[in-house]
Nanobody, 120 residues
């Protein structure tokens, strides 16, 4: 199994920046698709950004041009650089790993979540 540990959340001013990191345990990290999701109070969890094993990225329209997802397979990490933060970005952010198909199925793994608060 894969264990995901997130870090980098905190309180920032509107217009500020924050960088989230997710460290993954286990083997075959380079073959996993990775993603960042977020969930605000009273709202559904939504996909923020994703990156395939080949490096192809995808972003929610609300964060395009402001957020950048990246991965470092040598370090088993995925990051989310968040710039020009807005109060509506306030949420708990979750790291997600999606495995390749195995004999026992295809698996999704989740981090514990890290709080991002954008407020003056």
């Amino acid at each position: 199994q894969v264990h995901l540990v997130e870090s980098g959340g905190g309180l920032v001013q509107p217009g500020g920046s924050l960088r989230l990191s997710c460290a993954a345990s286990g083997s075959n990290f380079g073959s996993y698709a990775m993603g960042w999701y977020r969930q605000a109070p009273g709202k559904q969890r939504e996909l923020v950004a994703s990156i395939t094993s080949g490096g192809t990225t995808n972003y929610a329209s609300s964060v395009k041009g402001r957020f950048t997802i990246s991965r470092d397979n040598a370090k088993n990490t995925v990051s989310l650089q968040m710039n020009s933060l807005k109060p509506e970005d306030t949420a708990v952010y979750y790291c997600n790993a999606r495995s390749p198909t195995t004999t026992y199925g295809r698996y999704n793994y989740w981090g514990q979540g890290t709080q991002v608060t954008v407020s003056s």
